[in-house]
């Protein structure tokens, strides 16, 4: 999958291409709206990251210049503004999602797979992982064909490990994951360990691999063993 | 209007004005008591010397009279008494020298005892000594003080009342400037965007005063603008250094082979940037808050609680705090939904940061009022302090949450109240102005 990344601060942008890059995305950097606007014209990318602040104009222009030109690739808005004008208009003129920096580079990841899906297939698919089968929209989750009960927290939770395919995720990122912009309502994180202990033992007996490994000190990550 | 509030106002503006009105009227007052007592008893005095150097005169004269008499001799004195009886002829040893003076005689008319001036000289008749006695009655001197008394009270009372009447004169006419500036200040807050408009006035001091007070405010209002600006730009520019540092750390925790120790370094530092960017966003949130007067929405109070709830529910079904609401349906209060939101995250997360294990948080709404109790630490917070900035009542808060509330309920002219109560901290949050 080809994703363009529109950041003028270089580090920042480096570092979303090394997360995705492991998740088989290619990355290509630009860091004004006038390159990003000829790549985009050159190439069919899946996935635009979009910073508003850029030194040549407004991130914007980049929105209207493909809508106007009816490209297809997402584009998720990646600001600094927490601003919630900025992020209505960024929704309006065509973006698909937006988020706030700084984020969770995990959270990122899950985003951009989310859209991608929603793009291709109009997220009717179900996503398969060795034996674990689930679908985004009906929510539905199998383990070797058999129907497992989630809750809607530990489905969501589910994809986020899974779209985080062996990444070390840390708490708090899983706690934003979960709780939104309500995250910084608590000050530790027990509760993202009681619903990984809940999922883990649900999906271990239906019989699924025990993925979810406790990575001491930073988090947690989804391995296949 | 202040300036025609009564005397008995017991609110600031009154004693204000009363201190600065008594100040000038006692000055007056005291001043026409000094100097009308002063005349009066100046004045009497005065008045009784002149007439009792005019009766002494008339004796004087009297006196001559008689001793011109050539009828008068030691025979018939006992007769002449007899006839006078303000002149009297009294018989002594030797010659005594002339003198006046005054003395209480039995009035026959008035059957009491008068004031009269005695004239004693001394006479010769047929050789023999005899004192010569003569009497002037000094009653009408007393109903001349009764009149002048009279005269100088209804002055008194004449001027006092004038100095009355014309210190509200003053106070009404001629302060009337003064107390409209005054009023204007005291409704003046310098983050909300607000005109001042000061009175035109014609007297000299009040248009200095009002053009010192609006210069004031301008400039304070451009440094608090120039502040704010700040606050937020600065803020702003850090959210950028903020993410890398975060993404950096996202990746770092991706390495392999990571030791331990330095898992715990780079979670630590997680941690750190955490709370920096919790408080970079309170900060940013303070100063849109002070920017903007943004607009007020019908806000579903209920639906927003319970959305928090079910994430509370969900977070803290696992622990022992226990969570007792207790909504009313359909509670809808005009606000900013991003500030409510705001408020009632801040309020909550407070109640849940500073409980303990086995704690309760009642969470109560109806039309009038959010109420928030939590058990936490055993004694009540400082209410002084409270809601002020920076002053974290634990070592993990920003100190930030309660200035929040404080400022999005002022901006919503609600009332933020806490009691500690029933060993509990009670936040209330009233919406007075809620339709």
């Not at chain 1, 065509?94 to 995990?106: E, I, M, Q």
């Not at chain 2, 005095?45 to 009792?52: G, I, P, T, V």
């Not at chain 2, 920017?291 to 969900?314: A, F, H, I, M, W």
């Not at chain 2, 400022?407 to 009332?415: C, E, F, G, P, R």
Request: negative net charge.
């Amino acid at each position: 999958m080809k994703c363009l990344i529109v950041e003028d601060e270089l580090v920042l942008a480096q570092s979303i291409q090394d997360y995705l890059k492991q998740h088989d995305f290619v990355c290509e950097l630009v860091s004004t709206t006038q390159t990003a606007i000829e790549k985009i014209e050159l190439h069919q990318y899946d996935c635009v990251l979009l910073d508003l602040a850029l030194p040549d104009g407004h991130g914007f222009d980049v929105i209207r210049h493909s809508k106007q030109q009816r490209m297809d690739h997402g584009i998720i808005i990646i600001s600094a503004k927490e601003n919630l004008d900025s992020r209505i208009e960024g929704l309006q003129l065509g973006a698909d999602d937006y988020l706030t920096k700084p984020f969770h580079l995990s959270e990122l990841l899950v985003r951009i797979q989310a859209l991608v899906r929603r793009k291709q297939f109009q997220g009717q698919n179900d996503s398969v992982f060795n034996e674990i089968v689930f679908n985004l929209l009906t929510k539905r989750v199998t383990v070797n064909d058999t129907v497992i009960d989630l809750t809607k927290k530990e489905f969501e939770l589910l994809t986020f490990l899974i779209g985080n395919n062996g990444k070390v995720i840390s708490k708090s990122a899983i706690a934003e994951h979960l709780s939104g912009d309500m995250a910084d309502l608590f000050d530790n994180y027990d509760f993202v360990y009681a619903h990984m202990k809940n999922l883990k033992k649900k999906l271990v007996a239906a019989g699924a691999n025990d993925y979810i490994k406790t990575v001491y000190g930073l988090g947690y990550k989804w391995q296949d063993a | 209007m202040i300036t025609s509030k009564p005397f008995t106002d017991s609110d600031t503006n009154g004693r204000m004005r009363r201190k600065l009105l008594n100040k000038t009227l006692w000055l007056y007052l005291s001043y026409a008591i000094v100097i009308v007592t002063a005349a009066s008893i100046g004045f009497y005095f005065f008045l009784r010397n002149l007439y009792s150097e005019e009766v002494l005169e008339h004796l004087y004269h009297e006196k001559t009279t008689i001793l011109k008499d050539p009828s008068i001799n030691t025979s018939n004195v006992a007769e002449w008494n007899k006839r006078n009886s303000l002149f009297k002829l009294i018989p002594s040893e030797k010659e005594i020298p002339e003198r006046f003076y005054r003395a209480f005689y039995l009035d026959q008319n008035e059957g009491e005892m008068v004031p009269f001036m005695v004239l004693d000289s001394p006479i010769r008749i047929n050789e023999k000594h005899y004192t010569l006695r003569l009497r002037a009655s000094l009653l009408e001197n007393e109903d001349l003080i009764e009149s002048i008394l009279l005269v100088f009270t209804l002055l008194l009372i004449a001027l006092l009342g004038g100095i009355i009447f014309i210190t509200q004169l003053v106070s009404r006419k001629l302060w009337k400037p003064f107390f409209q500036t005054l009023e204007q200040l005291e409704t003046y807050e310098i983050n909300r965007k607000m005109e001042v408009r000061l009175p035109n006035t014609s007297t000299e001091e009040f248009q200095r005063l009002n053009a010192t007070v609006e210069e004031l405010i301008r400039k304070n209002s451009l440094i608090y603008n120039d502040q704010r600006q700040f606050i937020e730009n600065a803020a702003h520019e850090l959210q950028t250094p903020i993410a890398i540092l975060s993404s950096q750390l996202n990746l770092l925790s991706q390495s392999e082979e990571l030791t331990e120790q330095q898992a715990l370094l780079i979670e630590n530092m997680e941690v750190s940037n955490r709370r920096f960017q919790h408080l970079n966003k309170n900060l940013l949130l303070l100063s849109k808050l002070e920017s903007d007067s943004s607009e007020k929405e019908p806000v579903n109070l209920t639906e927003l609680l319970e959305k928090y709830l079910e994430l509370l529910q969900d977070a803290f079904g696992f622990s022992d705090i226990t969570i007792r609401p207790q909504i009313q349906q359909n509670v809808v209060v005009l606000a900013n939904s991003f500030a409510l939101s705001s408020l009632i995250e801040n309020l909550i997360s407070n109640a849940l940061k500073h409980n303990y294990e086995g704690g309760i948080i009642e969470i109560e709404l109806t039309e009038k009022q959010l109420i928030i109790r939590n058990t936490g630490a055993p004694h009540p917070l400082n209410t002084e302090q409270l809601f002020r900035r920076f002053q974290p009542s634990s070592a993990t808060g920003s100190g930030l949450g309660l200035s929040i509330v404080k400022k999005i309920s002022d901006q919503h002219l609600w009332t933020i109240e806490y009691v500690f109560q029933d060993k509990k901290h009670v936040f209330s949050l009233l919406f007075s102005s809620a339709n």
